[in-house]
């Protein structure tokens, strides 16, 4: 399926994150004519703001932990210090390194970088606002990404940071309210916490991490509170205040919380505004984003859209994924449908979460009959370090076919040792398959292939 007619480019790429470089590199490599639009920095969410200098600020917070354990092996640790500056200027000298990295491989690839906001004009011309010129184009991929949902209108709500300016603060806040229950709200109380601040977690539902099973939320819940962070459920802020370089959120039952910085991470929403979808007559999706099909083809046959423009499941790989399919579909005759099934995810959390499949909630709703293998341990280190904390393993397995439907982690390393169940379950594994692998001693992860006993739920929970 190469492009059809006589154009500038084959392939005109809006946003250069995860998504838009892959798709661009890997259509540039297969001979196709490739320009790539960026208003902002190369990189995209990921690089830039998110998951990379996020993960460096979760190192930065463990080592407070280490530090506190060394003492029963034996180590004398003199009382440490923090320099926010100091790890905010490292992370931003990593953050151009990679930035460059990115731009050399796109120019290595063949690609056309312009720096510009683009807007769709038609089904085939794009306009480069820097310059004003347009580009007639074969196809044109929308990875426009998402952005921090700002429309909160409560008072005081422009005094509230978001995950953007939470990379960039001047100062570490001494204390700070965030608002949100979903996994970059959770992460960030635990990067605060850790680096010394005395957080406040916020959120209006009934407990943090919907969507995450429900032994690994409260487990973490209770973690988070054993390191001093207070979790407040079933409120929001309604009010936020400034008294010179302090702010007071007020909450929904009239308590008032001081602190030096208030942030709301409570979800993030498609960047389609401007962006000219409607009159190129693109749809949009109930759920918000850009509607596409499996082959990430919109309601306009020669635009695709990919990543978390289109809010099916808002990952780095996922949308990584999703652009090399788009790229092999239309540039090397090799039609690949997106799966978007059985996709891991982590929350890196202290201690964080490994998870890839089904929730035992959802295996119930599903498949009705589920059998449940949980471990509940103090990892090894413990024993020596003092530190209460217990690593939680669950799997869900479908009664009927044994077939493992779910694994989920708590504890240390768990995203490292979720990545390789990922694929077990991605093949269809068997318990019993879990059952005849041979563990790692000693380890934590070798609990996932010694679970024999079934767990046994209360009646009515079973049924549920
Ligand atoms: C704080 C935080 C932590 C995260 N942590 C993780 C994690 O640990 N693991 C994980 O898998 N995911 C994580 N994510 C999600 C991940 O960053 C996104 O899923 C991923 O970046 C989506 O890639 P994308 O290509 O769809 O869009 P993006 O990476 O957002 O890229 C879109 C690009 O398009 C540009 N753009 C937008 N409109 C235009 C226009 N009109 N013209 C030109 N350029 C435009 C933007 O400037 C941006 O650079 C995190 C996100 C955040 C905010």
Redesign the pocket.
């Known amino acids: 399926m190469a492009a059809a007619f006589a154009n500038d480019v084959d392939l005109f790429v809006?946003?250069?994150?995860?998504?838009?470089v892959r798709a661009a590199r890997i259509a540039a490599g297969h001979g196709a004519r490739v320009m790539i639009?960026?208003?902002?920095?190369i990189g995209?969410?990921?690089v830039i703001?998110?998951?990379v200098p996020?993960?460096l600020l979760v190192y930065a917070s463990r080592f407070v932990h280490e530090f506190a354990e060394a003492a029963g092996f034996g180590w004398t640790v003199p009382p440490a210090t923090f320099d926010w500056p100091t790890l905010i200027a490292n992370k931003d000298k990593e953050i151009a390194r990679l930035e460059g990295v990115y731009r050399s491989n796109l120019e290595k690839a063949g690609v056309e970088i312009v720096k510009?906001?683009?807007?769709i004009e038609d089904a085939t011309t794009i306009r480069l606002l820097a310059s004003g010129a347009r580009v007639r184009c074969g196809h044109i991929l929308v990875?426009?990404?998402?952005a921090p949902f700002a429309g909160h209108p409560i008072p005081g709500f422009e005094h509230a940071i978001s995950?953007n300016e939470a990379f960039h603060l001047p100062a570490l806040p001494g204390e700070i309210v965030i608002q949100g229950g979903g996994y970059?709200a959770v992460e960030f109380a635990c990067i605060f916490a850790g680096l010394g601040a005395r957080v406040k977690l916020v959120y209006r539902g009934e407990n943090i991490l919907r969507g995450f099973d429900d032994d690994v939320r409260s487990h973490l819940r209770n973690e988070m509170e054993m390191r001093g962070i207070e979790v407040i459920v079933g409120q929001v802020v309604t009010a936020i205040e400034k008294h010179d370089a302090r702010y007071v959120a007020t909450l929904t039952g009239g308590r008032k919380i001081n602190a030096d910085r208030v942030m709301f991470a409570v979800g993030?929403k498609p960047?389609i505004a401007n962006?000219g979808i409607e009159q190129a007559g693109i749809r949009t999706a109930p759920l918000g984003g850009i509607a596409v099909d499996a082959y990430s083809r919109t309601s306009v046959p020669n635009i695709y859209a990919?990543?978390?423009?289109t809010n099916r499941i808002?990952?780095?790989?996922v949308?990584i994924a999703e652009g090399r399919a788009v790229a092999e579909t239309l540039f090397n005759d090799n039609p690949i449908r997106m799966d978007h099934a059985n996709v891991p995810s982590?929350v890196?959390s202290q201690p964080p979460i490994g998870a890839v499949g089904l929730t035992e909630a959802e295996a119930r709703r599903r498949y009705g009959e589920v059998d449940i293998y949980s471990a509940h341990f103090k990892p090894m280190k413990n024993t020596l370090s003092g530190r209460e904390e217990r690593t939680l393993m669950k799997l869900v397995v479908d009664a009927r076919s044994e077939r493992v439907l779910g694994c989920h982690m708590l504890g240390p390393d768990a995203p490292e040792i979720m990545q390789g169940l990922a694929i077990a379950v991605k093949c269809g594994v068997s318990k019993r398959m879990f059952d005849e692998t041979v563990g790692i001693h000693p380890s934590a992860a070798e609990e996932f292939v010694t679970m024999r006993e079934k767990v046994v739920r209360p009646t009515k929970l079973a049924a549920e």
Do not use: M, Q, W
């Open positions: 809006i946003g250069a994150g995860s998504g838009g639009a960026e208003e902002y920095r995209g969410t990921c703001r998110g998951c996020k993960k510009t906001r683009a807007v990875a426009t990404g998402g995950s970059i993030r960047n962006l990919i990543g978390d423009v808002n990952l780095t790989p949308a982590a890196f």
